[in-house]
């Protein structure tokens, strides 16, 4: 396969497009110009929809996102898909999660996210991943039917503390170990790969026309929909698995290495 045949570039926000201190790089949005002739660019990530495209607030008109791992996907004229989690499965899954230490509970709707906790440390971590939200006195109140996940942190370890205790939920419903600190429960079709490939057949282009960058497990099954499929270095096992090729660190821009070599690989085309 010549990377000259891209025609999608779909990227994970949180250890992939994103450096550890949430930035996105200027080499990044140097690139893009180069190439938003040539591909279309996709952010897919676990994040809201408002928080993504505030960190791409200069090209958010410009591109697709698909936000909650799947939820939703949504580019400046139309909302493509929205997945709603099943309301009959929202009361069960606070009653297993509110008793765990560490554990808060986030409800991610349509138009913003939904927490009890006020504590301000707690909500300088969540600011960062959520820009439209409500604090509310017991979230077993809230409206469910433009609920598309449920979000846990865990201020140590999520795959330890909180996937076991969620986990035979599998089946009726998505549980994703999506970072270091979070587990995402979602409807069992909303995924990043179903949005990706809803996302292909709308523009008509193919698997082998699509690179990828991921890092975490909620990445796995967009990693399947395109045959430049690229694992950072700083990714989980699992998805240095599934991956056709590696990349450098998010820190060390190893997304934007890849995408200059695309750039190269158009302009000499």
């Known amino acids: 396969m010549q990377l000259d045949k891209v025609r999608l570039v779909v990227s994970d926000m949180d250890g992939t497009l994103l450096n550890s201190r949430g930035q996105v790089s200027e080499r990044f949005f140097e690139l893009y110009h180069g190439l938003k002739d040539h591909v279309h660019f996709v952010a897919a990530s676990g994040r809201q929809y408002h928080s993504i495209r505030h960190k791409l607030e200069r090209?958010?008109?410009?591109?697709?996102?698909?936000?909650?791992?799947?939820?939703?996907?949504?580019?400046?004229?139309?909302?493509?898909?929205?997945?709603?989690?099943?309301?009959?499965?929202?009361?069960?899954?606070?009653?297993?999660?509110?008793?765990?230490?560490?554990?808060?509970?986030?409800?991610?709707?349509?138009?913003?996210?939904?927490?009890?906790?006020?504590?301000?440390?707690?909500?300088?971590?969540?600011r960062e991943y959520y820009h439209q939200f409500e604090i509310t006195r017991d979230l077993s109140q809230v409206d469910p039917s433009e609920i598309m996940k449920v979000a846990i942190y865990h201020q140590e370890d999520s795959e330890k503390h909180v996937y076991p205790h969620v986990e035979e939920l599998n089946g009726d419903l998505l549980v994703k170990v999506s970072g270091k600190h979070w587990v995402d429960i979602s409807h069992p079709d909303a995924n990043k790969?179903?949005?990706v490939k809803l996302i292909q057949a709308h523009m008509g282009i193919g698997m082998e026309e699509t690179m990828v960058f991921g890092d975490y497990n909620n990445d796995l099954?967009?990693?399947?929909?395109?045959?430049?499929?690229?694992?950072?270095?700083?990714?989980?096992?699992?998805?240095?698995?599934?991956?056709?090729?590696?990349?450098?660190?998010?820190?060390?821009?190893?997304?934007?290495?890849?995408?200059?070599?695309?750039?190269?690989?158009?302009?000499s085309a």
Request: hydrophobic content about 40%; charged content about 25%.
């Open 59 to 126: 090209i958010s008109d410009q591109i697709t996102i698909v936000a909650e791992n799947g939820g939703m996907a949504r580019n400046a004229q139309e909302e493509l898909l929205f997945t709603g989690l099943p309301a009959k499965h929202l009361s069960k899954i606070i009653e297993k999660v509110r008793p765990l230490n560490n554990a808060e509970i986030i409800l991610c709707g349509k138009n913003g996210a939904f927490i009890e906790n006020d504590d301000p440390n707690f909500i300088d971590i969540f």
């Open 193 to 195: 790969g179903r949005a």
């Open 221 to 267: 099954e967009m990693l399947e929909q395109g045959y430049f499929s690229y694992a950072m270095q700083n990714a989980h096992p699992n998805v240095k698995e599934i991956a056709r090729y590696t990349t450098q660190s998010n820190d060390e821009e190893g997304e934007e290495s890849i995408l200059e070599l695309l750039l190269q690989a158009k302009t």
